[in-house]
């Protein structure tokens, strides 16, 4: 069965420096999206990326935050300048071309900033 | 923009017992309503969904219940067996146009035998 794919699956970094999460969607998926959950919390909407662009995001997803797709097949998520709240799971998504269907989610990579 | 808010936040059950997770939301353009199950450490996994066009879904010991006039919808689980125990979440989608989901703040579901 296709599922989402993540890596690294735990990043450490220092606080102040830049890091780039991957993420393959499931292929002939159109819409990607980036979610976080902070440890014991719910599960929080980042960024949805439709047509190679942003096509919703949240709050959350301030001028730190930038989502790439580089290439066919990888969905980045890049932190500018990492804070120590910045550390939660990662989780990356992606649905097929219709709306209102199931949202399938990769294994997560856990983000420790120190 | 969506709010959705679950009730309860722990659930403790015996085995064979049903269990009832509640959820409210306040956009009442939002059209799609998903219930996850999430394992400790592992990725959110999808058990059922609803439409805002069906008031009811069943999958057999989970139904989930929508109702739109009062915006709130519900998961049912019965016979509840140990490896049911987890985290449930609810969502619903930001708008009728969006696809992003909104969840709630999850239900710490315990079975025990």
């Known amino acids: 069965e296709p599922e989402v794919t993540q890596t690294p699956s735990h990043q450490v970094t220092q606080m102040g420096q830049e890091v780039i999460l991957r993420c393959v969607p499931i292929?002939?998926?159109?819409?990607f999206y980036w979610y976080r959950q902070i440890l014991g919390q719910k599960v929080e909407f980042l960024v949805s990326?439709?047509?190679?662009?942003?096509?919703?995001k949240s709050e959350i997803f301030d001028d730190q935050f930038s989502v790439e797709r580089p290439d066919g097949s990888n969905f980045t998520l890049k932190i500018r300048s990492t804070k120590l709240e910045d550390s939660a799971m990662y989780f990356c998504?992606?649905?097929?071309?219709?709306?209102?269907?199931?949202?399938?989610f990769g294994q997560g990579t856990r983000l420790t900033v120190v | 923009g969506e709010n959705v808010e679950q009730h309860p936040s722990t659930l403790s059950v015996q085995e064979g017992d049903s269990a009832v997770i509640k959820c409210t939301y306040s956009?009442?353009?939002?059209?799609?309503f998903p219930w996850y199950k999430q394992e400790l450490g592992k990725r959110p996994q999808l058990i059922i969904d609803i439409r805002s066009n069906v008031g009811e879904k069943k999958d057999q010991r989970i139904a989930v219940t929508l109702n739109k006039t009062a915006k709130h919808f519900s998961l049912h689980i019965t016979e509840t067996q140990p490896e049911d125990s987890a985290v449930y979440f609810c969502?619903?989608?930001?708008?009728?146009?969006?696809?992003?989901?909104?969840f709630g703040k999850g239900t710490t579901l315990s079975v025990s035998s």
């Open positions: 292929s002939n998926h159109l819409y």
């Open positions: 969502a619903a989608t930001a708008n009728q146009a969006g696809t992003a989901l909104i």
């Open positions: 990326f439709y047509n190679n662009e942003i096509s919703e």
């Open positions: 998504a992606s649905r097929p071309q219709s709306t209102n269907t199931e949202a399938f």
């Open positions: 956009d009442s353009a939002s059209n799609y």
